[in-house]
């Protein structure tokens, strides 16, 4: 039985805290009381046995063999021999961070090969997600009688039947979920077939990047075997890991597995600022400190998300391909100022989708419809509602035909891919797609109603098994003067953390509230003081307007609390120091 920790049972926000890993969890394991690292790794799952594996986490101890997956050797093949004929291929890949990023691996890794390559980035609002027919027969009359779709495909029936009758071959680079049929395309490499072997599909938490990046293990393979190196030098794969890792983290896949040795390896490539594109991003994100898994989820992959989401779909694309260092600065710029214009967009739409979320509340999934709202945020405004209704949200965009497009964000415990494929299949949608945590789809305005019908039924049951398992999950409890940069030096040899790989997460107090108020955007700050006598920040963003916030905000006193959250290094002061990111607070009397 979980144990409540500190005994809190009902915290401010209504959930009990436990801790991430009881005593009994332990099995009688005997171990050093200053061994953190090990309690963060079991705490995550890791198996007893394999600890020292996953405390380094390497490609040569992690990486799987690419031969695993069905399509692979056929893919590898193929592109060997284009490689060798010096034939054209395009990269067709999706508007977003996991699709930027597979496209450039693609196209530099090609390139450094001496293929002629290029990429082709649908554009959002014209053209729509994936590759269309006329797409691809356009780009096979260009002269590119091969294409590889990344990050796209895996539901491209009719556009890639079209491609292969204009005689144009067509390789599926995909992680999204597949149907029970496949596309008529020359190979699909996808860990999440259906047909997949065991010892591949357990790598169905891979973004499209870390497939590509496995494509391209494989091509140098077949090409090494060929004997094509044998009088010029092979390209080093591993310098295109800062590209895996932005796509990997952007994509919110989870960090367990090969996805940690990927993102863990990719940020000592992405510090040493090799890509001109990706140090030019740093550059006008003010990073001047080595990346961390945080930085290329809250400052690169916003920025480059913001091409396809409200600008130039293939910005990201060049960005990354580019060997021009004046190139890259002004594309970086231009994506800073796309992602303040989406900032915008998204904060008009989320507020709309919030007043909106009302006539859904007892429903298992919320979801929202609007006319007029931008498609180019409906994701992000999805993610955000999400968090705020604790359960699956779908929001759809009208255009003036009355045709809509939606994207959804799941909690964990609930498939939503599987339950848009289901609707697909049932004749709901227009077209949908997805995995467990993410999904897009086209819908008919009359149809919103009966697809909000079969989402409910379908995915109740997940929903409120996954509802009545919250709780907030404790790793340790430190004394206020815990919270100190000591402390967030030690757990980050445990990261790189994100999904799946939740960063620590401590309780500490009991502390008195000695000041209060709001910055930012609805962001709460507070300054505590300890019986020990130290002080620290704590910040809850996005706030200040919640249960939590408002009652922090009146909680200046003598009344004593529990705070939980994560603590982070606070670099901006004379000095080093720490403050609580701060997630949920309890009454410590």
């Known amino acids: 039985m979980t144990t409540a920790a500190l005994g809190i049972t009902r915290s401010i926000l209504g959930q009990p805290w436990h801790w991430r890993r009881t005593s009994a969890e332990m099995g009688g394991e005997s171990l050093a009381p200053d061994d953190l690292v090990t309690q963060l790794l079991l705490a995550r799952g890791v198996a007893r046995d394999d600890l020292d594996r996953q405390r380094v ?8 063999d690419p031969s695993l997956f069905r399509d692979m050797d056929a893919a590898a093949a193929r592109l060997a021999d284009a490689v060798e004929a010096r034939e054209a291929v395009t990269i067709f890949g999706d508007y977003d961070v996991d699709g930027a990023t597979s496209a450039a691996l693609l196209v530099r890794l090609l390139g450094a090969l001496d293929v002629p390559v290029g990429a082709y980035i649908p554009d959002r609002l014209m053209e729509g997600y994936g590759p269309s027919g006329a797409a691809l027969v356009r780009i096979g009359e ?4 091969l294409v590889v779709t990344v990050d796209c495909g895996a539901q491209a029936f009719d556009a890639i039947a079209e491609a292969k009758a204009a005689g144009v071959e067509v390789i599926v ?17 996808n860990p999440n077939r259906l047909d997949e072997e065991p010892g591949a599909a357990v790598h169905g938490n891979l973004a499209a990047v870390g497939v590509a990046f496995l494509l391209g293990a494989a091509l140098l393979r077949t090409l090494r075997a060929r004997g094509f190196f044998g009088s010029r030098a092979e390209p080093q794969l591993i310098e295109l890991l800062d590209l895996v890792a932005l796509g990997t983290v952007a994509d919110v896949a989870r960090l367990t597995g090969f996805n940690r040795a990927l993102v863990t390896q990719g940020l000592k490539v992405m510090a040493r600022r090799g890509n001109i594109g990706m140090a030019a991003l740093m550059d006008a994100a003010r990073l001047t400190k080595p990346p961390t898994a945080s930085d290329m989820g809250f400052a690169l992959g916003p920025r480059i998300n913001a091409g396809g989401r409200v600008g130039k779909s293939d910005l990201g694309v060049r960005l990354l391909t580019t060997g021009d260092p004046q190139e890259a600065a002004d594309i970086a710029q231009e994506l800073c100022r796309l992602n303040e214009e989406r900032r915008a967009i998204e904060a008009a739409v989320l507020d709309a989708a919030i007043e909106a979320s009302g006539a859904t509340a007892n429903a298992p999934v919320a979801i929202v419809a609007g006319d007029g709202w931008h498609p180019g945020v409906i994701g992000i405004v999805a993610g955000r509602l999400k968090e705020k209704l604790h359960r699956p949200a779908i929001v759809i965009a009208f255009d003036e035909d009355g045709v809509g497009k939606g994207s959804g964000r799941s909690i964990s415990g609930v498939d939503l891919g599987a339950a848009i494929l289901a609707a697909k299949e049932s004749g709901l949608l227009v077209a949908g797609g997805g995995h467990a945590m993410a999904a897009g789809l086209t819908v008919e305005r009359a149809r919103v109603d009966a697809l909000g019908a079969f989402l409910n039924e379908r995915l109740a049951a997940d929903v409120e098994r996954a509802s009545g398992d919250r709780s907030l999950l404790i790793d340790a409890v430190l004394a206020p003067r815990g919270i100190n940069p000591l402390w967030c030096e030690a757990i980050e040899s445990a990261g790189p953390y994100g999904a799946g790989w939740p960063a620590p997460r401590v309780a500490t ?5 000695v000041e ?6 609805d962001h709460l700050r507070l300054i505590v003081a300890g019986d020990d006598g130290a002080r620290f920040k704590a910040i809850a963003f996005r706030s200040a307007e919640t249960e939590l916030g408002q009652t922090l905000l009146h909680a200046r006193g003598s009344r004593k609390l529990w705070l939980a959250g994560r603590a982070k290094r606070d670099d901006w002061g004379s000095r080093p120091a720490a403050e609580l990111h701060l997630e949920d607070a309890a009454w410590a009397e």
């Open 142 to 145: 260009a002269g590119s009688r």
């Open 57 to 64: 986490p390497t490609l040569r101890g992690l990486m799987p």
């Open 516 to 521: 209060s108020g709001v910055v930012g955007t």
């Open 173 to 189: 680079v995909d992680h999204h979920q597949c149907a029970t049929t496949l596309p008529q395309a020359f190979a699909v490499v």
């Open 509 to 513: 107090g009991p502390v008195r509230i």
